[in-house]
């Protein structure tokens, strides 16, 4: 459990119906998501796969066994065939309300459904509008992939096109990230050790760096990705959700809303980001990808400097990039301290790091603090060193983020979704620079990206996992 759910009774979902079973998403993490909870004894309801291929039935059990396969699963035949017992598929067009008459029949006596929407983000409104014209929404829950919206207006419509139908406690706005081992992990360090949460604030913190770094390029996706870019892949839902659970103070209790209300008073201190803060990038050989349009300044890196007027940071820059064709794959958070009013025996030496924390939630899951101690022999020559988990415990052994959380959606529990107001505010956080910004800088591939963005930092030192900038480089 993540934390505790409200205090009040919920019915679980009694039936899962994945609006497009056919495509990229739900073949590479939703079936196996629900593989693997079947395999737990964790899901134990029909799954009825919704898309316009014409498949039959046993067209979708296959698509589930390759699904599982190729993801490497280790294979359990009587689980898999207790799950392809349950599941059945209905053919159509979202535009069409005989697809939704034939999925109200398949529904059966269903009185909780939840409805997992892996579909464009153009057919939220108007499967959300099937569903409710065949009467199955009275009970009923439903998991919206990102983006929500493409802007802050087109969220708030959204929004208001889904209450009309929906209550906000029946929204289920999913961000993988937030169901990582380690992004749960960091509740438990910042709030239950006495020696982190003191120094958690502006007083102690020089800056925050937050890192999603991918060695890979947009591959197959080149349709969807030159429609999005980079910000509204992964830096407004993804980033800023890393930002809410740094920056957050600690909630009044273990309930839902007790956390989700400490997150969006974090969004809600954050200024708008200036365009002079922004970096975009685009990586050479982009154009060249099937999709992309020939002449796209669609971003594939994106980074800024946020500021959150708040108590705790107030004059703490947090500086958040996140890119495509990058040196390797990487997923971080480091909060880098200041240096010692009146530092001893430093000497010359002020090459060496400050005191940092850093937690690595890809590829690897752990936390690592770095301080400087005296190297042995007859000096007080300083060094750094580094305390982390060994490798064989920095493994996330816990349930895939997927996993985690269609179950915790089935229960009703919101904990580790985003709430209405929350992404709102990430929307108004990044308004001004989706549309407000310069052409995309090149940048090669497997390298940091534009070295624009390293100037970004100049005076709160590299980016994490950066070489030095060589002598005489004036960022």
Known sequence: MPLSSDPQDKARSDLLVMFGSSGDLAKKKLFPAIYRLECRGRLGVPVIGVARNDWTDADLHEHCRASIAECGEDWDQDAFERLISRMTYVCGDYNDPTTFEKLRTAAGAAQHPIFHFAIP???FATVADGIA???LASGA???IEKPFGRDLDSAVELNTTLHEKFPESAIFRIDHFVGKEALRSLLVTRFANAIVEPLWTRNFVSSVKITMAESFGVEDRGNFYDSVGAMRDVVQNHLLQMVALLGMEQPVNEHSKALRDEKAKVLEACRVVEPSNYVRGQYDGYLDVAGVAPDSDTETYAAFRLDIDSPRWSGVPF?????KALAETVTEMTIEFKSPPRPLWLGDHSHLPNNSIR?????????AITWLHKEPGETMMPDAITLAPPPDERLDTGPEPYELLIEEAMKGDPTLFAREDSVLESWRIVERILTDHEPVERYTQGSWGPAGA???TRTHGRWPSEPPAPAGDGR
């Open 359 to 367: 937690i690595e939630a890809k590829p690897e899951n752990f936390a």
């Open 121 to 123: 983000p153009s057919m």
């Open 141 to 143: 829950r439903l998991i």
């Open 133 to 135: 014209r065949a009467g």
């Open 319 to 323: 500086f958040l990039r996140a890119g």
């Open 454 to 456: 390293s100037r970004l």
